[in-house]
């Protein structure tokens, strides 16, 4: 999440500096007209704008919520995850899929930490996806009326998959496959869906990409528990 | 040849992102260095004219061919011309990476300016250092004794 963030901020930031340097120059140097100068503030003030728009968005996504109110729309907490990653997912040229089933009942839960088990799938995703030939992301939510837990979400990936012997050991803390890892990501997603009532669990093959399925019980009216 | 008939040495920008690939061509231009910018590795390769910049700037990350891989295509051509890499912050094993492979160096982005220029006006010089260095290796081949132990030729001597 923090090198998502380092990453998107880095772009406006790096154009900010340069304009600003380049400005300088040209009032110092007496190079470039009155017209050249304004032009660069004009670039600066829509770098700073740019930066303003990835800074909102990460806002919303870390909105607290009201823990009285009537839950949380699993939908939009994936549509805002995508949003955020997309320009890291474009980068990677991993096509993503959403199909969200519009009759999902709200989740009662803290709308911060369910983001943050989609943003870390997510990434896991596009990182498993680095060499695979195809790279294609869906996330695809829907209804179980009859089950305890009727919202599901499965994210499904193109990547290079695992073994079963692997994913008996994804989840656990400090388990790794990916050099540089904390493998910290999906245990603390696995231990933030069960805080909310939910289960988490991973499927996949080597080679042939991996798909995790999210179950999480549906708000109880106005009484249900709170995470 | 690494140069241009105007004597204006090219730099050659290679960036994803409008605004860095704008702002570098911008600040080039304004130390008189003339600046041709590319949005993608794969473009760059199929200008005709990055054969005569004196220097490359290009970013690691980008879609489609990165920075590590263009750095390999342009080190396998003869007579390359010296790659800047423009890093992510804190990526330093990347960085370490494109050393190893020939990189001439690497700037950490937000990058100061002054450092971006140092690297580029050295590295500008590479060619002509190059150019020197092959130049008084040849002349010392020429003052060495051979294997007679006696002078092949003694050059720069006035006639007696």
Known sequence: MAAAISHELNQPLTGIRNYA????????KGLGGEEEVKG????????????AKII?????????TDRTSAGVDINGVVRESVEFLLPQMRLSEVEVTLALAPDLPPVWGDRIRLAQVFLNLLTNARQ???CAPERRLSIASRRDPLADRPVVIEVTDTGRGFSEEIARSLFQPFYTTRKGGHGLGLSISRAIVQDHGGTIEASGRPGGGASFTIRLPAELGGSGRSP | MNGRTDGVQLIVVVDDDEVARHSIGQMLQLR?????????AEAALAWPGLADA???ITDVKMPGMDGEEFLAEV????????VMMITGHGDIAMAVRCLKAGAFDFVEKPFDDDVLLAYVAKAGEQP???????DLRRRLTLFSPGEDGRFGMVGRSRAM
């Open chain 2, 32 to 40: 008189g260095w003339a600046a041709e910018a590319f949005s993608s």
């Open chain 1, 56 to 64: 909102n968005q990460m806002r919303e996504l870390t909105r607290r």
């Open chain 1, 128 to 130: 498993a996806m680095d």
């Open chain 2, 128 to 134: 002509r250092l190059v150019r020197e260095a092959s």
């Open chain 2, 54 to 56: 004196a220097c490359v």
């Open chain 2, 75 to 82: 080190r396998a051509r003869p007579g390359a011309p010296p």
């Open chain 1, 40 to 51: 660069n503030l004009r670039l600066i003030s829509e770098q700073v704008d740019r930066a």
């Open chain 1, 21 to 28: 340097r380049n400005a300088f120059y040209m009032i110092e």
